[in-house]
């Protein structure tokens, strides 16, 4: 590659991509990323928010909706599983662009269901064009982002899922009593659409995957000269990469050439921290309640777990990229399974009990972004979607079991400092298959990537 602006007669992708400064086309892949998550976090929460409106407009029990609130859940878990290996198949970009469009149509159509069973079917069809947008937006947020700010990147753009969930309680408490419960799904159909038809127009590729699959030259340079207006490309110009394409179903990949061990570990700490997620922030209110704090209180706490969620995610990004992945994160798992233990105990003041669940969110809602940017980190272009993808699709089904779980030991009488003890288990499990990592999982740097074939078509 010649900087000077004269005709280069190689490109080295991964390098420029490593070494660039955060410009116009990144801030472009950057801000539509995250409109794309913010919505699919309201759209994905919208049901818990309107799901009182929809009692009261129906005249049904609230029981009725028992099944409604996971199905979104099972269409999530589909979507991550399989959209994921075709993102791998086919590109980051027709997926993110289609997945977008997909559950912007169905949140529109949720806005015109007549009866629970259409809510069902609705949200569970939804759910797998949702299911889509974390695990490809981190890949893609990882190969556009410069070296040293990469982990920070892909760490702090899943904040946008988190942001459009809390944002979406405060535009349905105010939506609702003024148009009605199905205004919430019409404007969470019409913002992404608005976003697809953006991304449809301005959201490239990303560049190392369309060189490791050595396809569309056109369209690679036309992105190449966005990306560094003064590269000189001509026919002639060869564009390397320091990784290559391997054929066959990615899946299978995730287990070859040593991955097998990392890969199931990966798994165990995404279903594990996810049930803890799922579970804490489904029954935490209500057992704070239990605990004898008034429901304003109980909300309040609630809350509190998701403003640690918010601020940890920076804050373990920062940390991350000054003391690497594994000893963070084993550390953070650590340390929740100390404060989710802590939450049941009797005698706490409530200052007290707000610091703890505020830790609490700091490592099991800030850490699973984490757990995302390390499997985006660890697998390779050509795997990179169908690694986080499935780790995040079996950790959904920890999403799915844990707040049932939770559901029978509450019926079972278990006491709160029982609970919050069974809660703490899953913390453990995660500290120590982080701590297993260490053996088994050898992350890529710059020393250790290796520069493959040239591109020379």
Same mark, same amino acid.
């Given at each position: 590659?010649?900087?000077?602006?004269?005709?280069?007669?190689?490109?080295?992708?991964?390098?420029?991509?490593?070494?660039?400064?955060?410009?116009?086309?990144?801030?472009?892949?950057?801000?539509?990323?995250?409109?794309?998550?913010?919505?699919?976090?309201?759209?994905?929460?919208?049901?818990?928010?309107?799901?009182?409106?929809?009692?009261? /407009?129906?005249?049904?029990?609230?029981?009725?909706?028992?099944?409604?609130?996971?199905?979104?859940?099972?269409?999530?878990?589909?979507?991550?599983?399989?959209?994921?290996?075709?993102?791998?198949?086919?590109?980051?970009?027709?997926?993110?662009?289609?997945?977008?469009?997909?559950?912007?149509?169905?949140?529109?159509?949720?806005?015109?269901?007549?009866?629970?069973?259409?809510?069902?079917? =609705?949200?569970?069809?939804?759910?797998?064009?949702?299911?889509?947008?974390?695990?490809?937006?981190?890949?893609?947020?990882?190969?556009?982002?410069?070296?040293?700010?990469?982990?920070?990147?892909?760490?702090?753009?899943?904040?946008?899922?988190?942001?459009?969930?809390?944002?979406?309680?405060?535009?349905?408490?105010?939506?609702?009593?003024?148009?009605?419960?199905? @205004?919430?799904?019409?404007?969470?159909?019409?913002?992404?659409?608005?976003?697809?038809?953006?991304?449809?127009?301005?959201?490239?590729?990303?560049?190392?995957?369309?060189?490791?699959?050595?396809?569309?030259?056109?369209? =690679?340079?036309?992105?190449?000269?966005?990306?560094?207006?003064?590269?000189?490309?001509? /026919?002639?110009?060869?564009?390397?990469?320091?990784?290559?394409?391997?054929?066959?179903?990615?899946?299978?990949?995730?287990?070859?050439?040593?991955?097998?061990?990392?890969?199931?570990?990966?798994?165990?700490?995404?279903?594990?921290?996810?049930?803890?997620?799922?579970?804490?922030?489904?029954?935490?209110?209500?057992?704070?309640?239990?605990?004898?704090?008034?429901?304003?209180?109980?909300?309040?706490?609630?809350?509190?777990?998701?403003?640690?969620?918010?601020?940890?995610?920076?804050?373990?990004?920062?940390?991350?990229?000054?003391?690497?992945? =594994?000893?963070?994160?084993?550390?953070?798992?650590?340390?929740?399974?100390? @404060?989710?233990?802590?939450?049941?105990?009797?005698?706490?003041?409530?200052?007290?009990?707000?610091?703890?669940?505020?830790?609490?969110?700091?490592?099991?809602?800030?850490?699973?972004?984490?757990?995302?940017?390390?499997?985006?980190?660890?697998?390779?272009?050509?795997?990179?979607?169908?690694?986080?993808g499935w780790g995040l699709g079996v950790g959904r089904l920890g999403a799915i079991?844990?707040?049932?779980?939770?559901?029978?030991?509450?019926?079972n009488q278990w006491s709160t400092q029982q609970l919050f003890w069974a809660a703490?288990?899953?913390?453990?499990?995660?500290?120590?298959?982080?701590?297993?990592?260490?053996?088994?999982?050898?992350?890529?740097?710059?020393?250790?990537?290796?520069?493959?074939?040239?591109?020379?078509?």
């Amino acid at each position: 590659m010649n900087r000077s602006g004269q005709a280069a007669s190689t490109v080295d992708i991964s390098e420029l991509l490593a070494t660039s400064k955060i410009g116009p086309l990144q801030k472009r892949v950057f801000a539509l990323t995250m409109a794309s998550l913010i919505m699919d976090g309201f759209d994905v929460q919208a049901m818990s928010y309107v799901a009182p409106a929809v009692v009261a /407009d129906w005249g049904i029990g609230g029981a009725a909706l028992r099944y409604v609130f996971p199905a979104a859940n099972v269409g999530v878990l589909i979507g991550s599983l399989v959209f994921s290996v075709v993102a791998d198949k086919i590109g980051r970009r027709p997926v993110l662009v289609g997945a977008t469009l997909f559950y912007a149509v169905m949140a529109l159509a949720t806005a015109t269901a007549q009866d629970v069973n259409q809510l069902l079917w =609705l949200r569970f069809i939804a759910g797998i064009g949702m299911g889509c947008i974390i695990p490809n937006s981190t890949a893609l947020i990882g190969e556009f982002s410069p070296v040293k700010q990469r982990v920070t990147l892909m760490m702090c753009i899943t904040v946008g899922f988190t942001a459009g969930a809390a944002i979406g309680g405060f535009v349905a408490a105010w939506m609702i009593p003024a148009f009605g419960w199905r @205004s919430v799904f019409v404007l969470g159909g019409a913002v992404p659409l608005v976003v697809a038809l953006f991304m449809a127009w301005g959201l490239p590729e990303s560049l190392q995957f369309l060189a490791v699959r050595q396809r569309n030259r056109a369209t =690679l340079v036309r992105w190449l000269k966005q990306l560094n207006p003064s590269l000189q490309i001509d /026919d002639s110009t060869r564009f390397l990469t320091t990784e290559q394409s391997k054929e066959g179903a990615p899946f299978v990949h995730l287990f070859r050439e040593g991955r097998a061990s990392s890969t199931v570990l990966l798994w165990i700490v995404n279903f594990m921290n996810l049930l803890i997620l799922y579970s804490v922030t489904s029954w935490l209110p209500l057992l704070i309640a239990g605990m004898g704090y008034p429901t304003q209180t109980a909300v309040l706490m609630g809350a509190v777990l998701q403003t640690g969620g918010t601020i940890g995610t920076f804050g373990l990004a920062w940390l991350i990229a000054r003391g690497g992945f =594994l000893p963070m994160l084993i550390s953070t798992f650590a340390i929740a399974t100390f @404060s989710i233990a802590l939450i049941g105990q009797p005698g706490l003041s409530l200052a007290l009990l707000g610091a703890i669940v505020f830790v609490a969110g700091w490592c099991v809602i800030g850490g699973q972004p984490g757990i995302n940017a390390l499997s985006a980190t660890y697998y390779p272009t050509y795997l990179r979607s169908t690694g986080i993808g499935w780790g995040l699709g079996v950790g959904r089904l920890g999403a799915i079991v844990g707040p049932y779980i939770g559901g029978v030991l509450l019926g079972n009488q278990w006491s709160t400092q029982q609970l919050f003890w069974a809660a703490a288990l899953p913390a453990l499990i995660s500290t120590l298959t982080m701590s297993a990592m260490l053996f088994t999982m050898r992350l890529p740097g710059p020393a250790t990537t290796q520069r493959q074939e040239a591109i020379s078509h």
